[in-house]
């Protein structure tokens, strides 16, 4: 009764070790903006972020994941998972959309690095209900091609 158990645990370990080395799964750990770019939907956003002010000041991870260790990573495995599965399934957005907790991040993010910007603004943006990134869209990932899909609220990812 032991030995199945026992012979499918391995063989489920045996897969999940196979999968992350074929990966290069700890790519996916660090903050090397190029990993980020693996999959040809981030094209965009990539070259838009190269060639963009915030390129020589910040990566990916330090606008889009919090900064805290514990947070970080749990915010990179769950982005990680929905990549995965949307890769696996088919189901790659053609023009990928921040769900409402990916603002949020972004958002925080923005103030924890302008903190003495946000408090010299005299109408108190910091606690306004915009995000910075809705007037401040082209700094960090530059200009916006030019795209045939329109932005959708609903088919957010």
């Given at each position: 009764m032991k030995l199945p158990i026992i012979t499918g645990i391995i063989a489920i370990l045996a897969v999940a070790v196979?999968?992350?080395?074929?990966s290069d799964f700890t790519a996916y750990l660090g903050d090397n903006?190029?990993?980020?770019?693996?999959?040809?939907?981030?094209?965009?956003?990539?070259e838009g972020w190269f060639h963009a002010g915030h390129t020589n000041w910040a990566k990916c991870s330090d606008c889009h994941t919090p900064h805290p260790f514990i947070p970080?990573?749990?915010?990179?495995?769950?982005?990680?998972?929905?990549?995965?599965?949307?890769y696996l399934f088919g189901n790659i957005p053609d023009a990928i959309r921040a769900k409402e907790k990916s603002r949020q991040v972004v958002q925080d993010n923005c103030v924890r690095c302008h903190?003495?910007?946000?408090?010299?603004?005299?109408?108190?943006?910091?606690?306004?209900?915009?995000?910075?990134?809705?007037?401040?869209?082209?700094?960090?990932?530059?200009?916006?091609?030019?795209s045939i899909l329109p932005y959708k609220h609903e088919e957010e990812y």
């Amino acid at each position: 009764m032991k030995l199945p158990i026992i012979t499918g645990i391995i063989a489920i370990l045996a897969v999940a070790v196979t999968a992350m080395y074929a990966s290069d799964f700890t790519a996916y750990l660090g903050d090397n903006p190029t990993t980020c770019n693996n999959c040809h939907v981030m094209d965009a956003a990539y070259e838009g972020w190269f060639h963009a002010g915030h390129t020589n000041w910040a990566k990916c991870s330090d606008c889009h994941t919090p900064h805290p260790f514990i947070p970080k990573y749990l915010v990179k495995a769950e982005s990680g998972y929905h990549h995965v599965t949307a890769y696996l399934f088919g189901n790659i957005p053609d023009a990928i959309r921040a769900k409402e907790k990916s603002r949020q991040v972004v958002q925080d993010n923005c103030v924890r690095c302008h903190l003495e910007t946000v408090a010299d603004i005299g109408d108190a943006q910091m606690d306004a209900e915009r995000y910075c990134f809705e007037c401040h869209r082209h700094s960090a990932h530059g200009e916006r091609g030019i795209s045939i899909l329109p932005y959708k609220h609903e088919e957010e990812y």
